[in-house]
């Protein structure tokens, strides 16, 4: 018998898909636009060595929000079930571990990166000056990572109860507290990258404790974990952060080589990739947030057997993605003038922007098919298949690209390869999506691939 809360085995799908999209599209913006607000305000110092330090220590900090991703997926699947289930108890002792475990994880990491942050600048590209504004910004917000952990397990755990707008208000609140500080800091004390660096660290400890404060306050709190109840909930935790972990580090991988690979053509180059690594985000968030919002239309279709809507749904997404990347394309091309010169780019820095605000901005549709397919692999029992997709993209999508039109066309060239590196993996992720949904199948009699999707909106933007 079909649960009462699932709404989407009746009525418009792409309504359905679009109302979601529209809704987590919010939260996700506003995280992105902590990172774009950084990048604003460094920018207004006209110092290009300040913005490629952020794009070098951006390629490094896109690894430690992987464990954040995993420990979000693996704590918001195992409370929801327990909820489910009508074991409230039980749902507040996995609540409390994910979040202990989260913490220790986060702390453990951040203490490796922070004691290896130089090697690691070097190895993405940075040198000289850059090198030591890299260092210096990372050594700030390092030691915050397991802050980050506790807001982003703690938002999944508002979400696994339900409170999604509880958790989308702990990201903006974090955006604004970033937002009211960076001016303050960067211009009013003077205090440049160290400024930009600290407005982030407060903005994490907003998130933590606006994550947390409605957990104790409206959903039964947390408690303390016995050492035999952490141990025997380590297994089960890992079994889901694992597999989501390796798919979400596949992004910062590709990441890294291209900010190497652009750090070939200078301080500019990377700075206007820095500008276009915050940008998109912003100007996509729509299309990030798309396969968290499809993956419950999809799963509570699939479980009712309804599998004709599963793949009108898959459709809908795939139409819906279309339309949106044709639309902000359109914007970003008129604005484009404007965008460049809110952040004071010259020479190759603009050249850059002109060129993603254009022809490589319509190339973000695959992006869309991959998160579209990757919904489907991750409700129709097929997960793994999202994570090779991933690194498949990351890895043989991009870097042979990237090595031969950056050796034909410069900077511009590495743009273009990375862009392209995602069309034969939209169009085979796309195929092999297809292919299942042409398969009647059954739900699994356990649910943990359609729990692990559909929780996949939690971060599923940090691709």
Not at 51 to 57: K, M, Q, R
Not at 323 to 339: D, E
Request: aromatic residues 8%; glycine residues 10%; hydrophobic residues 55%.
């Amino acid at each position: 018998m079909p649960a009462p809360d699932a709404v989407f085995l009746k009525g418009n799908l792409f309504r359905h898909i679009t109302v979601m999209t529209l809704t987590s599209s919010v939260g996700l913006m506003a995280v992105f636009l902590v990172d774009f607000i950084d990048m604003v305000f460094i920018s207004m110092l006209g110092k290009a060595e300040l913005a490629a330090a952020i794009g070098y220590a951006g390629a490094i900090l896109f690894f430690t929000s992987s464990i954040g991703i995993g420990m979000a997926i693996a704590a918001g699947a195992q409370v929801s079930r327990a909820l489910g289930e009508g074991e409230k108890t039980l749902a507040r002792n996995r609540a409390s571990t994910a979040l202990v475990w989260g913490v220790i994880f986060g702390s453990a990491f951040a203490a490796l990166i922070w004691l290896n942050v130089r090697p690691l600048a070097q190895l993405v590209g940075a040198t000289g000056e850059t090198l030591d504004l890299a260092v210096l910004y990372l050594r700030i917000i390092i030691p915050s990572l397991p802050l980050l952990l506790v807001g982003m397990v703690g938002g999944a755990i508002l979400r696994a109860h339900g409170a999604a707008r509880r958790s989308m208000m702990a990201t903006i609140w974090g955006a604004g507290v970033n937002a009211v500080l960076d001016p303050i800091l960067i211009f009013g004390l003077d205090m440049e990258l160290t400024g930009a660096a600290l407005a982030s660290v407060c903005a994490r400890i907003t998130i933590a404790l606006a994550a947390l404060y409605p957990i104790f306050r409206h959903h039964g709190g947390l408690c303390r974990p016995s050492p035999r109840h952490m141990l025997g909930a380590l297994a089960p935790l890992l079994a889901i952060a694992g597999p989501a972990m390796l798919t979400q580090m596949a992004t910062p991988v590709g990441q890294a080589y291209v900010t190497r690979a652009m750090a070939a053509y200078g301080e500019e180059a990377v700075a206007g990739m820095a500008i276009i690594a915050r940008m998109s985000p912003v100007a996509f968030a729509t299309i990030f947030a798309l396969s968290g919002a499809i993956g419950p239309v999809i799963g509570q279709n699939f479980g009712a057997g309804q599998h004709d809507r599963v793949r009108r749904a898959w459709l809908n997404g795939m139409l819906f993605a279309l339309l949106v990347v044709i639309t902000v394309t359109l914007v970003l091309y008129l604005l484009r003038p404007y965008i460049a010169a809110l952040f004071e780019a010259e020479g190759i820095a603009q050249t850059l922007i002109y060129l993603f605000c254009g022809p490589l901005a319509l190339l973000f549709f695959f992006n869309g098919a991959i998160f579209v397919s990757n919904a489907a692999f991750n409700n129709l029992g097929r997960p793994l298949w999202s994570t090779w997709i991933n690194w498949g993209r990351n890895t043989l999508g991009t870097i042979p690209l990237v090595l031969v039109c950056g050796a034909v066309w410069g900077a511009p060239g590495v743009l273009i390869g990375q862009a392209l590196g995602g069309v034969a993996f939209a169009i085979l992720a796309t195929i092999l999506s297809g292919r299942i949904m042409k398969r009647p199948q059954s739900p699994p009699t356990k649910p943990p691939f359609a729990r692990q999707g559909r929780l996949l909106s939690l971060v599923n933007l940090r691709r």
